[in-house]
């Protein structure tokens, strides 16, 4: 069965990086865009970045281009995440996803990894 696994979260000052890994087993990796969201208390599902299934396509939430880099190698089947200049704000559960057309239909997601930016 689909399997995804998400991981590299923690506690990072404001400022600072991390990269998420998320890996994927139980279908066709290289057949599926792969998406992540996040979710903070009390807020709504938030779709964060997606890559199309070749690697050519990404898409990114307003508030987070140019800080985070979404990216995949095929052949290990995972899905990246490297974020830079974290901000309070990005403090979430990170889930990947399947998503396919990166249209935020997310038929498939990890436990999640949390995430918390704070000094």
């Known amino acids: 069965q689909v399997q995804l696994v998400e991981s590299g979260g923690g506690l990072v000052q404001p400022g600072g990086s991390l990269r998420l890994s998320c890996a994927a087993s139980?279908?066709?990796?290289?057949?599926?865009?792969i998406g992540w969201f996040r979710q903070a208390p009390g807020k709504e599902r938030e779709g964060v970045s997606c890559?199309?299934?070749?690697?050519?396509?990404?898409y990114y939430l307003n508030s987070v281009k140019g800080r985070f880099t979404i990216s995949r190698d095929n052949a290990k089947n995972t899905v990246y995440l490297q974020m830079n200049s974290l901000k309070p704000e990005d403090t979430a559960v990170y889930y990947c996803?399947?998503?396919?057309?990166?249209?935020?239909?997310?038929?498939?997601w990890g436990q999640g990894t949390q995430v918390t930016v704070s000094s």
């Open positions: 996803a399947t998503d396919q057309g990166c249209v935020q239909q997310y038929a498939d």
């Open positions: 139980g279908f066709t990796f290289s057949h599926y865009a």
């Open positions: 890559i199309s299934a070749s690697g050519g396509s990404t």
